[in-house]
């Protein structure tokens, strides 16, 4: 069974950082490309980024240059690194399976910007 | 970026009676291999995104039958034959031919 599930979200000031993880369990990791998505409180479904099974990396304008995706393939894990937060960031974060078909989401972490 | 237009934005139906949601991109969304990298989406109440169909029309495993995907090019469709209960939901459309990734505004269907 595919398995996603992510942590590290919270309460963080505006101008701070944190770095959300994704476990994934019941395929091979490093055979897929990964992505994060976001979904602000009562709004639609938002990409944020994506890391290809071939290396490319690929970001959200929002986003650009304060966020950071990465993988560990031995550890089946994804990560993003989040820098420089605006309230306008909080959101549900999701951790998703898929380069052209997102096919399977995790539960979400909630990241909540705000002083 | 792909800009991905759903309409309606808010559905209400009655149960047994059939929807639709229309889906129509700014660009085409043919890829160089020939595919439409058209997903849909089905977000319960409190839940994660589910996916229903890829590639337009390719049904997920466990969707029921009573929904159906069509489409081509930049104007797509989902339908539900007969909505029930369990439809109640907010569904979205994104596009995976093109990045960034888009997604629709999602449609809102309540009975």
């Known amino acids: 069974e595919v398995q996603l599930v992510e942590s590290g979200g919270g309460l963080v000031k505006p101008g701070g950082s944190l770095r959300l993880s994704c476990v994934a369990s019941g395929f091979a990791f490093s055979s897929y490309s990964m992505n994060w998505a976001r979904q602000a409180p009562g709004k639609g479904l938002e990409w944020v980024s994506s890391?290809?099974?071939?290396?490319?990396?690929y970001y959200a304008d929002s986003v650009k240059g304060r966020f950071t995706i990465s993988r560990d393939n031995a550890m089946n894990s994804l990560y993003l690194q989040m820098n420089s937060l605006r309230a306008e960031d909080t959101a549900v974060y999701y951790c998703?399976?898929?380069?052209?078909?997102?096919?399977?989401w995790g539960q979400g972490t909630l990241v909540t910007v705000s002083s | 970026d792909v800009v991905m237009t759903q309409s309606p934005l808010s559905l209400p139906v009655t149960l047994g009676q059939p929807a639709s949601i229309s889906c129509r991109s700014s660009q085409s969304l043919v890829y160089s291999d020939g595919n439409t990298y058209l997903n849909w989406f089905q977000q319960r109440p409190g839940q994660s995104p589910r996916r229903l169909f890829y590639k337009v029309s390719n049904r997920d495993s466990g969707v029921p039958d009573r929904f159906s995907g069509s489409g081509s090019g930049t104007d797509f469709t989902l339908k539900i034959s007969r909505v029930e209960a369990e439809d109640v939901g907010v569904y979205y459309c994104?596009?995976?031919?093109?990045?960034?990734?888009?997604f629709g505004q999602g449609t809102k269907l309540e009975i």
């Open positions: 994104m596009q995976g031919s093109l990045w960034p990734r888009t």
């Open positions: 890391f290809t099974t071939g290396g490319y990396i």
């Open positions: 998703v399976r898929g380069h052209y078909n997102h096919d399977y």
